[in-house]
T-cell receptor, first 109, second 116 residues
């Protein structure tokens, strides 16, 4: 069992829908990252957070340290949001990230 | 003005050959990384350097050797390439986060290596 689990593995949504991707981890962490990878493309860092909530445009990331859980929300989804979303946790005291397997999101118009 | 650039983007080569992938960052970061992404899109850390010092050296074959001539460059050299080395290799950099690495990560575009 991976220390970082994401759900769902695959997600298909209609344009305009509100989307939630979940990430659970089993160790104490100092930070959690959300990354985005478009098909055939590079990887972009969306958020790095250690508590509370961050917002950037239509994207919102939240984290609950006690429950060892983070969510990535996309409001008013658009086909250009179609990508793989990856969460990665930095264990407390460690210096490397543990990656989830990614969530493949497809937004249909 | 690319922040993290890696070359080449595509590399097709025969088994047994030796190849290098170069990475440069102009962000002034002091930590750089090499990640391998397999066919299932799973990312795994291979190496990390902080101020030219190796800080992460995962269990990878010693055919893989990183070299950091200065803190803006981290190159990856692979000897005696094997079929299983086919993957996308991503370079990344970050500021020093809590502990050494990783603050927010900035990735290169990836280098797709195909070994025939």
């Amino acid at each position: 069992k991976n220390e970082v689990e994401q759900s769902p593995q695959n997600l298909t949504a209609q344009e305009g829908e509100f989307i939630t991707i979940n990430c659970s981890y089993s160790v104490g962490i100092s930070a959690l990252h959300w990354l985005q990878q478009h098909p055939g493309g590079g990887i972009v860092s969306l958020f790095m957070l250690s508590s509370g909530k961050k917002k950037h445009g239509r994207l919102i990331a939240t984290i609950n340290i006690q429950e060892k859980h983070s969510s990535l929300h996309i409001t008013a989804s658009h086909p250009r949001d179609s990508a793989v979303y990856i969460c990665a946790a930095k264990p407390r005291g460690g210096n490397k990230l543990v990656f989830g397997a990614g969530t493949i999101l497809r937004v249909k118009s | 003005d690319t922040a993290v650039s890696q070359t080449p983007k595509y590399l097709v080569t025969q088994m047994g050959n030796d190849k290098s992938i170069k990475c440069e960052q102009n962000l002034g970061h002091d930590t750089m990384y090499w990640y391998k992404q397999d066919s299932k899109k799973f990312l795994k850390i291979m190496f990390s350097y902080n101020n030219k010092e190796l800080i992460i050296n995962e269990t990878v074959p010693n055919r893989f050797s990183p070299k950091s001539p200065d803190k803006a460059h981290l190159n990856l050299h692979i000897n005696s390439l094997e079929l299983g080395d086919s993957a996308v290799y991503f370079c990344a950099s970050s500021t020093t986060g809590a502990g050494v690495g990783t603050g927010e990560l900035f990735f290169g575009e990836g280098s797709r290596l195909t070994v025939l």
